[in-house]
C-alpha cells in the first residue's frame, strides 16, 4: 500500500534546540520523499526532497536523508528558531499513480523563545 | 513568477447554497490537484487534473461535489448545495509531472464555511 507515518505532534521545543521529526514511507520501490511545511493561514510549500536512497535533501537548516534500508526521511535541524513553528508534512510519490502525493498526518512544531 | 491563485480567499455561505471554488495553476504545469483539510480528517485529495482531464475523482465525497477544468489555466470545484460538514479549507496545487518533476506546488487556499 501507500502510507506514510509520522510522529504524533505537538512537539514543543525550546529556541536553538535540535529538532527531529520522524517519518516513515510504505511505498515499495524508491519513490520521490518529501517534507513541505504550512505556516499557519497558508498552503503548504515545499521544504525540500529526495528522490532516490541515501540522497540529503536540504533547505533553510532543514535536512532529511532517503533511508531505503528502514523506509524512513526523518526530518532534523540543528537549531529551531521561533519563526520555524508550523506544520510539517512528510510526503512520498504513489506506488502506482507517480503524480500523485501520499501525505502524513503533519507534525505541529512550536518553538517557544 | 505567480504561484497557484485560488479565489475567493474566504467564503461564508449559508447551507443549500452553491459554492464555487477558483483555481489557477502555474503556467505550464500539467497536472492539477484539488484537496480538502480539516482538523478531524487531515488533508485529502478530492480529484486531479492531466492536461485538463480528470484522472482521478475517488477522493470526491459525493455527487454534490464536482470539478471541471475548461483549460489549462482555469479550475472550478463546485459545491452544490452546500451543507456545514462542507467547512474546510480547500487547496489547489499544480505540478509539472513526472519523470520531470513530482512536487507539487499549493496556493494559498479558500477557507469554505458553511453555515
Known amino acids: 500500500g501507500n502510507s506514510v507515518t509520522q510522529m504524533e505532534g505537538p512537539v514543543t521545543l525550546s529556541e536553538e534546540a535540535f529538532l527531529t521529526i520522524n517519518c516513515t514511507y510504505t511505498?515499495?520501490?524508491?519513490?520521490?520523499l518529501f517534507w513541505y511545511v504550512q505556516y499557519p493561514g497558508e498552503g503548504l510549500q515545499l521544504l525540500l526532497k529526495?528522490?532516490?536512497?541515501?540522497d540529503k535533501g536540504s533547505n533553510k537548516g532543514f535536512e532529511a536523508t532517503y533511508r531505503k534500508e528502514t523506509t524512513s526521511f526523518h526530518l532534523e535541524k540543528g537549531s529551531v528558531q521561533v519563526s520555524d513553528s508550523a506544520v510539517y508534512f512528510c510526503a512520498q510519490t504513489h506506488n502506482n499513480a507517480g503524480n500523485m502525493l501520499t501525505f502524513g498526518g503533519g507534525t505541529r512544531l512550536m518553538v517557544k523563545p | 513568477d505567480a504561484g497557484v491563485i485560488q479565489s475567493p480567499r474566504h467564503e461564508v455561505t449559508e447551507m443549500g447554497q452553491e459554492v464555487t471554488l477558483r483555481c489557477k495553476p502555474i503556467s505550464g504545469h500539467d497536472y492539477l490537484f484539488w484537496y480538502r483539510q480539516t482538523m478531524m480528517r487531515g488533508l485529502e485529495l478530492l480529484i486531479y487534473?492531466?492536461?485538463?482531464?480528470?484522472?482521478?475523482d475517488s477522493g470526491m465525497p459525493e455527487d454534490r461535489f464536482s470539478a471541471k477544468m475548461p483549460n489549462a489555466s482555469f479550475s472550478t470545484l463546485k459545491i452544490q448545495p452546500s451543507e456545514p460538514r462542507d467547512s474546510a479549507v480547500y487547496f489547489c496545487a499544480s505540478s509539472l509531472g513526472g519523470p520531470i518533476s513530482y512536487e507539487q506546488y499549493f496556493g494559498p487556499g479558500t477557507r469554505l464555511t458553511v453555515t
Open positions: 529526495a528522490t532516490k536512497a541515501d
Open positions: 487534473f492531466n492536461n485538463n482531464v480528470p484522472i482521478d
Open positions: 511505498a515499495t520501490g524508491y519513490p520521490s
